[in-house]
């Protein structure tokens, strides 16, 4: 019996150090995981900035030049919505904001949103989103050009009964075998240019104030 508590004893021991060890390999492993996921996302949202507004078309630091505008549930995303303002001799042009399209496939897709001071679109890029590889995966710019379709539309181009996919009654292409992610996308962009046409006085504004 001795032999035998002793040996329990013992597996014991090794399996308390071998979770301990485990554990912790685990928490180094996400730690340095997220933190890379992290800055590959900032490299992404900073692509995306100047993919939207190019450095020819502004002449200020568009990466620090970011404002606080009026929180909204259109654009879902919590609190003030922190916005990137572009520029030329110090003038505002336009700017470019963060919006989610929380009904896509696979959950929530993530956007920036170029708008100029008139309420045209500048340009939209997906900078997150779980959609299904080989299907909804093409709102990126590198699976197809459709997230290019946004670029000069505003709220009255087309009419707001059109801002939908095709097989909805709209003017925006869905993807063979895919509507509900490009579908969400369209609806996601037209909520932001929404939001900018009822908040269209205090956002230029927030813009000129610091200019």
């Not at 997220?34 to 490299?43: D, F, G, L, V, Y």
């Not at 572009?86 to 956007?111: C, E, H, K, N, W």
């Amino acid at each position: 019996m001795a032999a035998l508590a002793q040996s329990i004893r013992r597996s014991a021991i090794g399996l308390g150090l071998f979770a301990i060890i485990t554990g912790g390999s685990i928490a180094v492993t996400q730690a340095l995981t997220e933190e890379r996921i992290q800055e590959e996302a900032a490299r992404a949202e900073a692509r995306a900035l100047f993919e939207i507004i190019p450095e020819s078309q502004h002449d200020n630091d568009l990466l620090n030049d970011r404002v606080q505008l009026p929180a909204s549930e259109r654009l879902a995303t919590p609190g003030p919505v922190t916005v990137w303002v572009a520029r030329q001799g110090g003038a505002p042009t336009g700017f470019i904001m963060p919006a989610v399209a929380p009904d896509g496939y696979s959950g929530d897709i993530r956007l920036l949103v170029g708008i100029d001071l008139e309420g045209t679109v500048l340009g939209v890029r997906v900078v997150s989103h779980r959609e299904t590889p080989g299907l909804g995966d093409r709102i990126e710019t590198k699976k197809s050009d459709w997230i290019y379709s946004f670029e000069g539309r505003s709220l009255d181009n087309p009419e707001p009964r059109n801002w939908n996919v095709k097989k909805n009654g709209g003017v925006f292409d869905q993807f063979t075998g895919a509507t509900i992610t490009p579908r969400a996308v369209v609806k996601a962009v037209q909520k932001s240019l929404v939001y900018f046409r009822q908040n269209r006085r205090e956002i230029l504004n927030r813009l000129e104030e610091t200019s």
